[in-house]
């Protein structure tokens, strides 16, 4: 079946960029049926959307965050990519990648495990 | 934004007992609600979406239902594994919002 799976560094500095990649296996990115995304839970447990890049090319972003994210899909490697730049401590927190299905907009129907990553010196 | 609330926050329940959580939702969204289950050290996974319809390989004991802008999450007959805090989220507009939570935990 298809699994997600996140992976980065769990550590990154006060005003640097943040990144995290997704693997998908088990199934192709390489499709319009789904909008690949990311969501972050902060530590008190708050769920926090960040945004999805979909295979066509579109791209939708928090607005709270949009002026700081770059999302990226490799078909090659069945990734997709989250970079946050200028990050600070607020910005620690599991972050998720997941499947949107879509619905209007669109909810998620798998996750991956999660990957915490923590903001600082 | 659509602000998404949930109640109660906790509740404690005997195994077989019926439960409710509820999620208002300002403004309304719809049927466009999802709900999610997430157990501690855990993804969130999800339960209905639609406001309520059952996603696949969900027991049946879960169920999804809307008055108003006010929808409710039902468990039929409180099971152990049901012991996880569960979430509401809207997928009517952007951006997409997630109710704080529910935590219910097996008395």
């Known amino acids: 079946q298809v699994q997600l799976q996140e992976s980065g560094p769990g550590l990154v500095k006060p005003s640097e960029t943040l990144s995290l990649t997704c693997t998908v296996s088990g199934g192709s990115i390489s499709t319009v049926a789904f909008y690949w995304s990311w969501v972050r839970q902060f530590p008190g447990k708050g769920l926090q959307w960040i945004g999805y890049?979909?295979?066509?090319?579109?791209?939708v972003y928090n607005p709270s965050l949009a002026n700081r994210i770059v999302t990226s899909l490799d078909v090659s490697k069945n990734q997709f990519s989250l970079k946050l730049r200028s990050v600070t401590a607020a910005d620690t927190a599991l972050y998720y990648c997941?499947?949107?299905?879509?619905?209007?907009?669109?909810?998620?129907?798998?996750w991956g495990p999660g990957a915490l990553v923590t903001v600082s010196s | 934004d659509v602000q998404l609330t949930q109640s109660p926050s906790f509740l404690s329940a005997s195994v077989g007992d019926r439960v409710t959580i509820t999620c208002r939702a300002s403004?309304?969204?719809?049927?466009?609600l999802a709900w999610y289950q997430q157990k501690p050290g855990k993804a969130p996974n999800l339960l209905i979406f639609?406001?309520?319809t059952l996603q696949n390989g969900v027991p049946s004991r879960f169920s999804g239902s809307k008055s108003g802008t006010e929808f409710t999450l039902t468990i039929s007959s409180l099971q152990p594994e049901d012991s996880a805090t569960y979430y509401c989220?809207?997928?009517?507009?952007?951006?997409?919002?997630f109710g704080p939570g529910t935590k219910v935990a097996i008395k």
């Open positions: 890049i979909h295979y066509g090319g579109n791209t």
């Open positions: 639609g406001g309520s």
């Open positions: 997941a499947r949107g299905r879509p619905m209007v907009t669109y909810y998620f129907d798998l």
């Open positions: 989220q809207q997928f009517n507009d952007y951006p997409l919002t």
């Open positions: 403004p309304g969204v719809n049927s466009y």
